[in-house]
């Protein structure tokens, strides 16, 4: 982990939450960076995130959070993914010339509006799990998402014959929150379809890389 020194504040500490999808993003980005941070565990069945002292951290009582040095807080798993690429800028998973940049922020946002948002929505609406976090949960647009869910797949699929990766042809943030998306499908009794060669090419390949491993 090469850090720059920027005079910002240094990171403290990671609040994580487990397996769920957002904390991943940001723990796979960290892997990538090989950096390091005492982690502290939230327990989300245990609704460790509404208690009065997380609440404080977050009034949004999600996770991930990053804490600072002198206590500044960062929530938005890609709010923190960027403070640390700026701080540990190698290697770059933002775009390193103004037009990857752009293309990477583009692909990342059409992942998380589309795919996540969807496969979210599954397992928002429909797992007995959120019933009590998820309030309403209204099945029906649990069941409307799947359909969502399949039409962004089939689409990043098409986007994918012409090129190795999300955003272009290397790996970035947009394949991370792509992966996150996919595994998600799981707890969301979701399946990936199999004729989806192109993303099944991808999802090997992304899949091996080491920052992957749970
Ligand atoms: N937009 C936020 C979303 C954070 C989020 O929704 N985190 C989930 C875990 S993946 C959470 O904390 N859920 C708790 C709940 O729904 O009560 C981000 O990108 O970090």
Known sequence: MNQTDLGAPKPTELYDGGRAPNPRRVRIFMAEKAIELPIIQIDIAKKEHKTEGFTRLNPMQRLPVLVLEGGAVITESVAICRYLEELYPEPNLFGRTPLER??????????????????????????????????????????????????????????????????????????????????????????????LLNLARWWDEVSARPSIRP
């Open 102 to 195: 752009a293309e990477v922020v583009m692909w990342n946002r059409r992942v998380e509006l589309g795919l996540f948002a969807s496969v979210a929505a599954v397992f928002r609406h429909l797992h007995p799990f959120m019933a009590e976090f998820e309030v309403p949960q209204i099945a029906a647009w649990g069941e409307a998402n799947k359909t969502k869910v399949a039409e962004q797949l089939a689409f990043l699929d098409s986007e994918l014959d012409s090129r190795r990766f999300i955003a272009g042809e290397r790996f970035t943030i947009a394949d991370i929150t792509a992966l996150c998306a996919i595994e998600f499908m799981k707890p969301s009794r979701l399946e990936r379809p199999a004729h």
